[in-house]
Nanobody
Framework: VQLQASGGGLVQPGGSLRLSCAAS????????VGWFRRAPGEKQEAVSC???????MYADSVRGRFTISRDNAKNAVYLQMNNLKPEDTAKYYC?????????????????????WGKGTQVTVSS
């Protein structure tokens, strides 16, 4: 499966963005899909993930502000980001996997997801 993340941009603190992860080559609904971010000089962080059967995880840093969702008809997964903060500034990536462990949206398997898209930059600044 090939993934393409889009929807990033520059937004003021308190603003919103919706990221899209579009898939080709396979049915994204059969995969767990995760959103990750990496800021300069920081470690990669798993932001949110949804399994093929709908289990969802959120990082503590985004819970209550970010919402992950699927649209199987469009073969896509979205990340709605509200009340954005400057510390949300990072490059955001989506990844997918259908493995028994790597498809569970559970640590420590999240970072081992097989398929990764190119990132989209999110900058939160006034």
């Amino acid at each position: 499966v090939q993934l393409q993340a889009s929807g990033g941009g520059l937004v003021q603190p308190g603003g919103s963005l919706r990221l899209s992860c579009a898939a080709s080559g396979d049915t994204l609904g059969d995969y767990a899909v995760g959103w990750f971010r990496r800021a300069p000089g920081e470690k990669q962080e798993a932001v949110s993930c949804v399994t093929a059967n709908g289990k969802i995880m959120y990082a503590d840093s985004v819970r209550g502000r970010f919402t992950i969702s699927r649209d199987n008809a469009k073969n896509a997964v979205y990340l709605q980001m509200n009340n954005l903060k400057p510390e949300d500034t990072a490059k955001y990536y989506c990844a997918a996997d259908s493995g028994i462990l790597t498809g569970t949206c559970s640590h420590p398997y999240l970072d081992a997801m097989d398929y990764w898209g190119k990132g989209t930059q999110v900058t939160v600044s006034s």
